[in-house]
């Protein structure tokens, strides 16, 4: 479930990423080249804001599972490095063509 107030939260740490020399020029989002980034920080966010709503039902990774009430307790700090351990990487073989 995603509430008003963790959009709410989403978009206050997305609008806060753009650097003011960029807002005076009326930009609205942060530079793309730091999308991985600045993905990490909105959903660290978020996470935060679900855990405060108590709509948050935890993390399970691996086949451990922590509680929403032991997450509660990371900084944003820590709830960024999880996010970013977390975060897909695309990486893909690279593919060679080979004429028979």
């Not at 086949?63 to 897909?88: G, K, N, P, Y």
Request: charged share 25%.
């Amino acid at each position: 479930m995603v509430t008003t107030s963790m959009l709410i939260a989403g978009a206050r740490c997305l609008a806060s990423l753009v650097p003011p020399e960029e807002r005076e020029k009326g930009v609205l989002f942060p530079p793309l080249h730091e999308i991985r980034d600045i993905s990490v920080k909105v959903a660290a966010q978020v996470a935060k804001q679900a855990l405060h709503e108590g709509v948050a039902e935890g993390l399970m990774h691996h086949d451990t599972f922590t509680s929403a009430e032991d997450l509660d307790h990371l900084s944003i700090d820590e709830l960024e490095q999880l996010c970013r351990v977390r975060m897909w990487n695309p990486s893909y073989s690279t593919l060679v063509y080979k004429p028979h």
